[in-house]
């Protein structure tokens, strides 16, 4: 039997600043509606599919990550845009790793893997 991660889906107070701000991550959106569901952004990543709906309460319990090509860049391009880091950019032993704030509180685990782990990712 296999089993992997299909779909994450956040919420958001914001979701234009939320959509913005995985938009500097790297991240494209198509905007959705299913039904009589609320319209909402997703995002399709290899085999994950990433959401994120509208809300009217704030949950910051959320922690998400994504694997980068090009970490300073993001960080700077993030802080450029008034966007906070709550982790600078470090060694770890998976890579250089930083954590920021999406606009909702949501942790967001950034990893640049170093060669030898992206070529056994």
Known sequence: MSIFLNL???????????????????????????????EHYACELENLVFEIYPSTEIDVNTRIGFNVESLEEIVNNIRA????????????????????QDPDG??????????????NG
């Not at 949501?106 to 070529?119: D, G, N």
């Open 81 to 100: 845009k008034g966007g906070l880091i709550i982790t600078e950019p470090t060694s770890s032993p998976w890579g250089k790793r930083a954590v920021l």
């Open 8 to 38: 994450v889906v956040i919420r958001s107070i914001n979701i234009e600043k939320s959509v913005s701000f995985y938009q500097h991550l790297g991240l494209m959106f198509n905007k959705e509606r299913h039904g009589n569901g609320p």
């Open 106 to 119: 949501h942790k967001v685990e950034l990893l640049q893997p170093t060669s030898e782990e992206q070529r």
